[in-house]
């Protein structure tokens, strides 16, 4: 939700060139064996994007550009990290993310670690959301107790994980509804 695909314009365009329909790109890209492999830190993002590469018939050296023409209408919420970070000092904040290897690097680039205490990586501790013990590692180390945190996603299932651990949570549908939801529970 902090970054997400705003335009679908590069994907759709990649597709085509592709001869793939537009979802069949996105579960390639997201749902397929290597993209769970890379979810769990058991192959890197450019191992996934070379298989990708392969699997739809062309040679390892385009994986790059594949890459950077499927995330091209990718944009940074702004306006969320700055809301993010308006809660610090005051409140601890963490990110857990089911993501590639290459999640610590993008923020980096992107300037957005400062918003964050913590950053929970499923490729960097080979769990994926909605496994519990994401939620607890984040947690333990922001060293706060399930009742004092609130998770938001864009995903229901991960946060109903979270609230079965006794976290109150948001389900991300946009940046003002999250907001919004998120002051009303930290009486802002």
Same mark, same amino acid.
């Given at each position: ?8 314009a590069?994907? *759709? ?5 592709l001869?793939?329909? @537009?979802? =069949? ?7 397929? *064996? ?5 979810s769990?830190? $058991? +192959?890197?993002?450019?191992?996934? %994007?070379? &298989?990708?590469?392969? $699997? ?10 594949? $890459? !950077?023409?499927?995330?091209?209408? !990718?944009?940074? =919420? $702004? *306006?969320?990290?700055?809301? +993010? ?6 409140h601890?904040?963490?990110? #857990?993310?089911?993501? %590639? /290897?290459?999640?610590?690097?993008? #923020?980096?680039?992107?300037h957005?670690? !400062?918003?964050? !205490?913590?950053?929970?990586? /499923?490729a ?6 909605? =496994?519990p013990?994401? @939620? ?12 004092q945190?609130?998770?938001v =996603?864009d ?14 949570? #948001?389900?991300?549908?946009n940046?003002?509804q999250?907001?919004g939801?998120l002051? &009303?529970?930290?009486?802002?």
């Amino acid at each position: 939700m902090i970054v997400r695909t705003e335009y679908q314009a590069p994907r *759709e365009h990649l597709a085509e060139r592709l001869n793939l329909s @537009y979802e =069949d790109l996105v579960h390639i890209v997201f749902e397929s *064996e290597t993209a769970r492999e890379a979810s769990l830190g $058991r +192959i890197s993002t450019q191992q996934h %994007w070379e &298989a990708l590469a392969s $699997r739809l018939g062309r040679p390892p050296s385009e994986a790059t550009v594949l $890459r !950077d023409e499927f995330f091209a209408g !990718d944009v940074l =919420d $702004r *306006e969320l990290l700055a809301f +993010i970070r308006s809660l610090r000092p005051a409140h601890r904040t963490g990110l #857990i993310s089911n993501a %590639w /290897s290459n999640l610590r690097e993008y #923020i980096t680039k992107n300037h957005f670690a !400062d918003a964050f !205490d913590t950053l929970v990586i /499923s490729a960097e501790v080979g769990l994926l959301k909605p =496994d519990p013990r994401m @939620y607890e590692l984040a947690l333990e180390r922001l060293a706060v107790g399930p009742g004092q945190a609130v998770m938001v =996603d864009d995903m229901p299932s991960n946060v109903a994980a979270a609230r079965s651990l006794g976290m109150r949570g #948001i389900v991300f549908q946009n940046t003002a509804q999250t907001v919004g939801e998120l002051q &009303a529970l930290l009486g802002q």
